[in-house]
């Protein structure tokens, strides 16, 4: 088989991939958009209160298991279509805009090491996916977490005025900061709505996904059935947590210089490339031109890439 026709053969098996992954996601979001209409449906009609014993610290973001291999892949590539708000646009344009990157990137690595990076793409596409659609997850989370002390303090000052526990969720909710305010607001919208508090703060603590939510939800729930001085109790929570949040505000601080210099080392080689570049195009050239340049080339971007993922793993890691 010539090079020209392995080529498009791969490029065409790549696609036909890529075409069957996005038709699996699109049928995954309609099934799933289905379930939540029928389970809305049921929860109208019949409302159990064995909901309100859930477990309050139960690990966060366990959903109930859904059919199908698509619905795991959507959980495996970190995608959640009944959350719109986590994303700055629909979901499936972002996942289309990876796939845009991952074929510039087989392209790239195809012009360098052969035809058969093609094989690669659908795996890059969902390493690519589960990296964006996860950053804007752990991006959220962390407005929440800093937010926190701020909401439970505004809790705080509203109940020592007499406000109700629901309508000073309210307040959070109308003048709060984005993305607690919107959390609040639909927290409250649900107890309106005829939910249970215990249950409205078991969804809140799952959807956030923070150990300081589950927190809130547990005093909130505790003092909804047994009583206490529930400012206080806030007040000694927001204390906690305000204080956490600058221990981890000053680890990030001290990790500057770390990840200072890690995006410097990473830019080293494109600055010295531009360099040889000007100064001696032709010895540059060679990296493109020459079959060991090109493998050269790959391998020097391949281990600067896994040198970038891996220090911003152990900072991260580190300020978890």
Known sequence: M??????????????????????????????????????AEVAQAWRPTAAARTPLLATPG?????????????????????????????????????????????????????????????????????LVFGGYRRRRSALLYAQLPDALAMIVRSVR???????????????????????????????????????ALVRLAQRSQLVEYRFFAVALALQSQSGGNLAETLENLADVVRKRVALRQRAIALSSEARLTMWVLAALPFITAGALLMVAHDYFLVLFVTTTGKFILATGICFLALGVGSMQFIIRRSLS
């Open 62 to 130: 366990r959903r109930p298991a859904t059919s199908g291999a698509a619905a795991r892949a959507l959980a495996l590539l970190q995608i959640d279509t009944g959350r719109p708000d986590l994303y700055p646009t629909r979901w499936w344009i972002v996942a289309t805009v990876v796939v845009a990157v991952a074929v510039l990137a087989c392209g790239a690595g195809a012009f360098l090491l052969g035809p058969a990076c093609w094989l690669a793409l659908p795996l890059a596409w969902a390493g690519l996916t589960r």
């Open 161 to 199: 005025a007499g406000i109700p526990v629901p309508e000073a969720l309210r307040v959070v909710g109308e003048e709060g900061q984005f993305p607690t305010s919107s959390e609040f607001r639909r927290l409250a919208d649900e107890i309106r709505l005829g939910s249970a508090l215990a249950e």
């Open 2 to 39: 010539t090079p020209p026709l392995s080529s498009a053969v791969l490029l065409a098996g790549s696609a036909v991939a890529l075409l069957a992954s996005a038709v699996c996601l699109v049928r995954a979001d309609r099934r799933e958009r289905m379930r939540k209409r029928r389970l």
